[in-house]
């Protein structure tokens, strides 16, 4: 099927003259984007690594608003971080180089719920199996020794 390449990046803002030009203007940008993560992972800021809020203490009222703001209250800014740009780099290597925006919609649609839902499975898949470890270990003689 004969049709044109989208030539714009960063939803229209950056407009290439030609595919190859393209090809070089997102690998440029995801080597920026990797460079930004490795100097981050080399240097680890002190103030990225404490998480956002300091876990509440005392009290019912206390416990819930741990539940309720888990993800603030143990999130490491740095984590944060690595996600957002490997979330950017995932996007602009499937969109642009397996030329994905190309494709119908119905495509696009199929290949990106295909992967939330996979994501979510692995991720209840790891809480639930996290917390059986938990519970064995606790309940029973065999030491922590990792």
Known sequence: MAHDHNLAIFRGKLKFKSNEHKIWGVFIFLSIVTIVEVVLGIIKPGFLMKP???PFEGG???TLMNIILSPLVFLIPLN????VLTIVKAYYITWDFMHMRDERS??????????VFLALYIALIFLIEGDYIYEVYK???IKWNF
């Not at 944060?80 to 996600?83: G, K, T």
């Not at 119905?106 to 992967?115: I, K």
Request: net charge positive.
């Open 80 to 83: 944060l971080i690595f996600l």
């Open 106 to 115: 119905s495509l696009r649609r199929a290949v990106v719920w295909t992967f």
């Open 52 to 54: 956002f809020i300091t």
């Open 60 to 62: 019912f009222g206390a």
């Open 139 to 141: 309940s029973s003689t």
